[in-house]
């Protein structure tokens, strides 16, 4: 069992940036491929970025390619998201998911079923 706790959200101006972080409870977070999606009311939840259990790879949507960053720490039990240059269209719930996918693809992370998810933190951009 795997409990995440999402932080960080708030309110941002446009080209601002902001840090979220997701808390995981269990021993095994490693064993996990991390995700971040967002959601907006109304509209499906979207896959924002993936990274794989050591932290060396990670995919990203071509929307916020290059403005946001995953990042993860195996030692503490967390996983992050840094976003820069926020644009009014990121403004969103963010969640933290976790799978125990066998294999990291681009195809699998934004297809696969995911094991747990966070509460989600509002992100809002707006000036």
């Known amino acids: 069992q795997v409990h995440l706790v999402e932080s960080g959200g708030g309110l941002v101006q446009p080209g601002g940036s902001l840090r979220l972080s997701c808390a995981a409870s269990?021993?095994?977070?490693?064993?996990?491929?991390m995700a971040w999606f967002r959601q907006v009311p109304g509209k499906e939840r979207e896959f924002v970025a993936a990274?794989?259990?050591?932290?060396?790879?990670?995919y990203y949507a071509d929307s916020v390619k290059g403005r946001f960053t995953i990042s993860r720490d195996n030692a503490k039990n967390t996983v992050s998201l840094r976003m820069n240059s926020l644009k009014p269209e990121d403004t969103a719930v963010y969640y933290c998911?976790?799978?125990?996918?066998?294999?990291?693809?681009?195809?699998?992370?934004?297809?696969?079923?995911?094991?747990?998810w966070g509460q989600g933190t509002q992100v809002t951009v707006s000036s």
């Open positions: 998911a976790a799978t125990s996918a066998p294999i990291f693809t681009i195809v699998v992370v934004t297809t696969t079923q995911y094991d747990y």
């Open positions: 269990g021993r095994t977070f490693s064993s996990y491929v």
């Open positions: 990274i794989n259990w050591g932290g060396s790879n990670s």
